[in-house]
């Protein structure tokens, strides 16, 4: 399984989700086989956290994205699981996996996305995908 039991991990999460904080994501990689880490946070949006992810690496990242319309915005969190393009085998069956416990680590979010390429995770995918889960769309101009 994948020790997640370093409480800075937890407190990482938190973070992310607090209406208090400016932090809007964490990325988490691997240190040795099992344990996650964090490897990087910040402040700012997709394309932000997709420079974290390194094309030799297994990485997971947890983004909060404010959605919505002129009459209403609306805080949605997402959940990416990295495959590196130059990642090996053994690395990508280990997120298979470790996936399950992550998310249950993690908690409630409201998009997954799976990215083993930069163009896998973007601006427009996300926007996209969360449009298309978050049902009215209200936006008039």
């Known amino acids: 399984m994948v020790d997640t039991s370093d409480p800075a991990l937890a407190a990482a999460i938190a973070d992310v989700r607090s209406d208090t904080t400016e932090t809007t ?11 996650l880490k964090i490897s ?3 402040t700012g949006s997709v394309e932000e956290l997709k420079g974290s ?9 947890f ?5 919505g ?7 949605k969190f997402c959940f990416v699981v990295w495959a590196g ?6 690395a990508k069956s280990k997120l298979t ?8 680590f993690i908690g409630q979010f409201h998009n997954e996305f799976f ?3 930069y163009d896998d995770f973007t601006e427009d995918i996300v926007k996209t995908k969360i449009l298309a889960s978050s049902g009215a769309n209200y936006d008039l101009g």
Request: overall charge positive; aromatic content about 12%; some cysteine.
């Open 25 to 35: 994501w964490v990325c988490f990689n691997y240190e040795g086989k099992t344990k």
């Open 40 to 42: 990087a946070t910040g």
């Open 53 to 61: 992810f390194k094309e030799d690496e297994a990485a997971y990242g």
């Open 63 to 67: 983004l909060r994205f404010v959605s």
């Open 69 to 75: 319309d002129r009459e209403s915005k609306r805080i």
């Open 85 to 90: 393009p130059n990642l090996g085998g053994m």
């Open 97 to 104: 996996v470790h996936k399950p416990a992550v998310i249950q």
């Open 115 to 117: 990215a083993d390429c």
